[in-house]
Every structure is written in structure tokens, then in C-alpha cells.
């Protein structure tokens, strides 16, 4: 038995290394995998997040523009050329409602983009999504202002 040992100890070690060895690479191989799948989840509700903020910066223009249309129909005297921005207005808000129909689609254009093994493509995605909100945001607080100004000249017209 010892005589056994000491002829083949050495490929006895090397065959344990060897197990050993694939044992690790297996589980490394299930650890990228499963890394794999968490960032394609965490590319996802990114880009889900942010299609929501876009949702509800939509939400929130089209009811600042509603508001202020309705203000001017009112009080047409209350801005210079009140056919002109009704014309706007109107224009924003149809643009506002094709934007709210199309929610449901652009959510799953953000899901397909978030599951994708091309990562450069996410972020290209997630970077138009961001702009995009970012310069609705913008437009809300502009149209904010201004149909607070609107509001106010109307307080001062009424009394």
C-alpha cells in the first residue's frame, strides 16, 4: 500500500488538482452567468425608471399646456398674438398626446433594449430617454413661468 502511494502520489495530487480545478471553473462559469443576468436586470429597470420620469414629465406639460390654453381662451387680450399661441398650444398638445399613446410601446422598446447582450446599445438608449426628459422637464418649468405670469396678469386684468 505505502509502495502504492509513493508511485502514484504525485498523479494522485495532480488528479485532485485537476477536479479541483474544474470545480472552480464551474462555479466561476455560474457566477458570470448569473452576473450576467443581474446586470441585464439592472439595465432593464434603469431604463424603465427613467421612461417612467418621462411618463410623468409628459403628464405634467400637457396639464400646465391644457391649463394655459384654457387661460387663454378665456383671456385671449392676455398675450400678443393669442392665435399664434393657441396655435402652439394646440400643437403641443397633440404632440403631448401622441407621446402619452405611445407609453406602453416605448416601455417595451426600453424592456427589449435593457435585455440585450449589447450593453453599447443601452446606453444609448437610456441616453436619448434621459435627453429627452430632460428637455421636457426643461419645458415644464418654462411653460410653469410663463403660465404663472399669465395667471397673475389675469388677477391684475380682473380686478
Known amino acids: 500500500m505505502i509502495q502504492f502511494l509513493q508511485t502514484y502520489a504525485s498523479e494522485l495530487i495532480a488528479a485532485s488538482a485537476v477536479i479541483l480545478a474544474a470545480a472552480a471553473n464551474w462555479r466561476v462559469v455560474r457566477a458570470e452567468k448569473m452576473v450576467r443576468t443581474l ?12 421612461i417612467e420620469k418621462q411618463n410623468a414629465a409628459v403628464g405634467k406639460l400637457a396639464m400646465i399646456t391644457a391649463q394655459k ?23 403641443s398638445l397633440d404632440f403631448l398626446s401622441d407621446l402619452k399613446s405611445q407609453e406602453d410601446e416605448h416601455r417595451r422598446i426600453a424592456e427589449a433594449a435593457g435585455d440585450g447582450n449589447d450593453v453599447a446599445l443601452h446606453h444609448k438608449a437610456l441616453a436619448d430617454t434621459r435627453r429627452l426628459r430632460i428637455r421636457l422637464e426643461a419645458d415644464v418649468e418654462k411653460e410653469t413661468v410663463h403660465y404663472n405670469e399669465l395667471l397673475d396678469a389675469s388677477r391684475h386684468e380682473n380686478t
Not at 446586470?39 to 427613467?50: G, P
Not at 390654453?69 to 398674438?81: G, S
Open 69 to 91: 390654453f384654457m387661460l387663454l381662451q378665456r383671456l385671449p387680450q392676455l398675450v400678443p398674438f393669442p392665435d399664434d399661441e393657441m396655435k402652439r398650444l394646440r400643437t
Open 39 to 50: 446586470q441585464k436586470a439592472e439595465r432593464r429597470t434603469e431604463m424603465l425608471v427613467e
